[in-house]
């Protein structure tokens, strides 16, 4: 009880406190930042299906939404004007409505049809972003203040921290985080995972390792790639198990097959016939990303259109660093490679990675990695490899805010800043404390640099903007 009362009369604690109230706001405003209309409504119809999956069950008692995929017998095609897609477009396509739908487990699509629900929708046609995107604006609350946490357990709060603004900023992310797709759902549910089985490793208490496949259970019916959490968690108990490593296994894989058999069982009361049809076509199904399936999720992100964000790279490649750096050396590197790792192995055997939802399971790993990177070059300063990682995503926003002949006024100042930076690094070459301070000083102004101008893309992406975005 003392520590505790000794913490809270800590000034740093109520500064900590202060810039993590501040984190959580900005993210949630540059979240709800034109929310309902970029990405355009209809951009990604699959929105639409969630939430009238769960409507229908909710009303009815029975799976009905849309779906573009073959073996569904019977294809009932109605201009359902939702977001009045059928006033400003007429000619487009009809969505072809199936009876039952089961394209995906159906526990998020509850999740959002219950709070359509709850705000007075009845009709597949009154499910507008503005409403069914609202509930994505908390869960991206949550899922910012689990990585604090994640990254707070495994390194340190001002890791954490950073994680946390990185998670709030990145274009790619606040703008993805809107979208009602199952990914978006089942990651905090991931990250929730990842954090009870680290309390697990940490204190050998058998009800985190029971929560945590608790989660990764819950995940999976959610969709089906979450099947990764609970690979994650059987590779983390076969490293870190020691005397309990078959007991976590067996417990890992339970949090898979339990919460298949149910969506199985569930087909199985509705239509089993169409429920077998629909899950071979989905093992069937044209493999969209190619044999560049990497280097495309690597090279380019994609939202609803191709979008691109240096800090993609910048994050894919401080994630190598930290795990090639801390492979079987530290528990914190081990955790994430795994984690990251057995999310791509999913990644790699649905292989639509044409579809943004794919790629959000990964953005909480790349936070944390960055902010990892960050940390220890500003601790350590490295100026080539910070400069050139930082000028990817500083780039790719300058671009989108000014364009080619708009940076033409600031091409005085990126040549000064060039030779600035020559000199503070021939000056580096000499181990000498007070240049350590000015290299640190320039690693937090470039940095801070870099989250106002991403702060500013965010911004910048309002609906006629987004027409527009590469």
Same mark, same amino acid.
């Given at each position: 009880?003392?520590?505790?009362?000794?913490?809270?009369?800590?000034?740093?604690?109520?500064?900590?406190?202060?810039?993590?109230?501040?984190?959580?706001?900005?993210?949630?405003?540059?979240?709800?930042?034109?929310?309902?209309?970029?990405?355009?409504?209809?951009?990604?119809?699959?929105?639409?299906?969630?939430?009238?999956?769960?409507?229908?069950?909710?009303?009815?008692?029975?799976?009905?939404?849309?779906?573009?995929?073959?073996?569904?017998?019977?294809?009932?095609?109605?201009?359902?004007?939702?977001?009045?897609?059928?006033?400003?477009?007429?000619?487009?396509?009809?969505?072809?409505?199936?009876?039952?739908?089961?394209?995906?487990?159906?526990?998020?699509?509850?999740?959002?049809?219950?709070?359509?629900?709850?705000?007075?929708?009845?009709?597949?046609?009154?499910?507008?972003?503005?409403?069914?995107?609202?509930?994505?604006?908390?869960?991206?609350?949550?899922?910012?203040?689990?990585?604090?946490?994640?990254?707070?357990?495994?390194?340190?709060?001002?890791?954490?921290?950073?994680?946390?603004?990185?998670?709030?900023?990145?274009?790619?992310?606040?703008?993805?985080?809107?979208?009602?797709?199952?990914?978006?759902?089942?990651?905090?549910?991931?990250?929730?995972?990842?954090?009870?089985?680290?309390?697990?490793?940490?204190?050998?208490?058998?009800?985190?390792?029971?929560?945590?496949?608790?989660?990764?259970?819950?995940?999976?019916?959610?969709?089906?790639?979450?099947?990764?959490?609970?690979?994650?968690?059987?590779?983390?108990?076969?490293?870190?198990?020691?005397?309990?490593?078959?007991?976590?296994?067996?417990?890992?894989?339970?949090?898979?097959?339990?919460?298949?058999?149910?969506?199985?069982?569930?087909?199985?009361?509705?239509?089993?016939?169409?429920?077998?049809?629909?899950?071979?076509?989905?093992?069937?199904?044209?493999?969209?990303?190619?044999?560049?399936?990497?280097?495309?999720?690597?090279?380019?992100?994609?939202?609803?259109?191709?979008?691109?964000?240096?800090?993609?790279?910048?994050?894919?490649?401080?994630?190598?660093?930290?795990?090639?750096?801390?492979?079987?050396?530290?528990?914190?590197?081990?955790?994430?490679?795994?984690?990251?790792?057995?999310?791509?192995?999913?990644?790699?055997?649905?292989?639509?990675?044409?579809?943004?939802?794919?790629?959000?399971?990964?953005?909480?790993?790349?936070?944390?990695?960055?902010?990892?990177?960050?940390?220890?070059?500003?601790?350590?300063?490295?100026?080539?490899?910070?400069?050139? *990682? #930082?000028? @990817?995503?500083?780039?790719?926003? &300058?671009?989108? /805010?000014?364009? %080619?002949?708009? $940076?033409?006024? !600031?091409?005085?100042?990126?040549?000064?800043?060039?030779?600035?930076?020559?000199?503070?690094? *021939? #000056?580096? @070459?000499?181990?000498?404390?007070? &240049?350590?301070? /000015?290299?640190? %000083?320039?690693? $937090?102004?470039? !940095?801070?640099?870099?989250?106002?101008?991403?702060?500013?893309?965010?911004?910048?992406?309002?609906?006629?903007?987004?027409?527009?975005?590469?």
């Amino acid at each position: 009880m003392q520590k505790i009362i000794k913490k809270i009369a800590n000034k740093k604690f109520w500064l900590f406190l202060v810039l993590v109230l501040a984190t959580l706001i900005l993210g949630s405003n540059l979240r709800g930042f034109s929310y309902a209309t970029v990405p355009n409504p209809g951009e990604n119809r699959d929105e639409y299906s969630f939430a009238w999956v769960g409507l229908s069950l909710i009303q009815e008692g029975y799976p009905i939404a849309w779906s573009g995929i073959p073996g569904y017998e019977k294809y009932d095609y109605q201009e359902i004007n939702v977001d009045h897609l059928f006033e400003e477009g007429p000619d487009r396509e009809p969505f072809p409505i199936n009876k039952p739908w089961f394209d995906h487990p159906p526990l998020f699509g509850l999740v959002i049809g219950s709070y359509s629900y709850w705000k007075g929708v009845r009709d597949f046609s009154e499910t507008a972003t503005f409403i069914i995107r609202r509930p994505m604006l908390w869960i991206g609350a949550l899922t910012s203040i689990l990585i604090l946490v994640l990254g707070s357990l495994l390194y340190d709060k001002w890791v954490g921290l950073l994680a946390m603004l990185v998670y709030s900023v990145v274009p790619t992310i606040a703008i993805s985080s809107r979208m009602v797709l199952a990914e978006n759902g089942y990651v905090p549910l991931f990250l929730g995972s990842i954090i009870l089985a680290t309390y697990y490793f940490k204190n050998k208490k058998i009800g985190y390792w029971y929560s945590a496949c608790f989660l990764a259970a819950i995940a999976v019916l959610f969709k089906l790639s979450a099947v990764g959490i609970g690979l994650s968690l059987a590779l983390l108990g076969f490293y870190f198990g020691k005397k309990q490593r078959i007991k976590l296994i067996k417990l890992s894989v339970l949090a898979i097959l339990v919460p298949i058999g149910l969506f199985m069982l569930y087909g199985a009361y509705y239509d089993w016939g169409t429920f077998l049809n629909i899950f071979l076509a989905n093992s069937s199904r044209f493999y969209g990303a190619g044999a560049e399936v990497f280097f495309s999720a690597f090279n380019q992100t994609v939202i609803t259109k191709t979008f691109n964000d240096g800090w993609m790279q910048f994050g894919w490649i401080a994630l190598f660093v930290l795990s090639f750096t801390e492979w079987k050396r530290k528990r914190p590197g081990i955790i994430i490679t795994i984690a990251v790792f057995s999310y791509f192995l999913i990644f790699l055997l649905f292989g639509s990675e044409r579809y943004a939802g794919y790629r959000f399971p990964f953005y909480p790993f790349i936070a944390i990695s960055i902010a990892w990177l960050v940390k220890k070059l500003f601790t350590k300063p490295n100026l080539f490899l910070y400069t050139m *990682l #930082l000028l @990817l995503p500083l780039g790719t926003s &300058v671009h989108k /805010l000014v364009g %080619i002949v708009g $940076f033409q006024r !600031f091409v005085p100042f990126l040549r000064v800043s060039t030779l600035a930076l020559a000199g503070l690094f *021939l #000056l580096s @070459l000499n181990n000498n404390k007070k &240049v350590l301070y /000015l290299q640190r %000083i320039f690693v $937090f102004v470039l !940095f801070a640099v870099l989250v106002w101008v991403s702060i500013l893309t965010v911004l910048y992406y309002n609906i006629d903007a987004w027409y527009f975005a590469s």
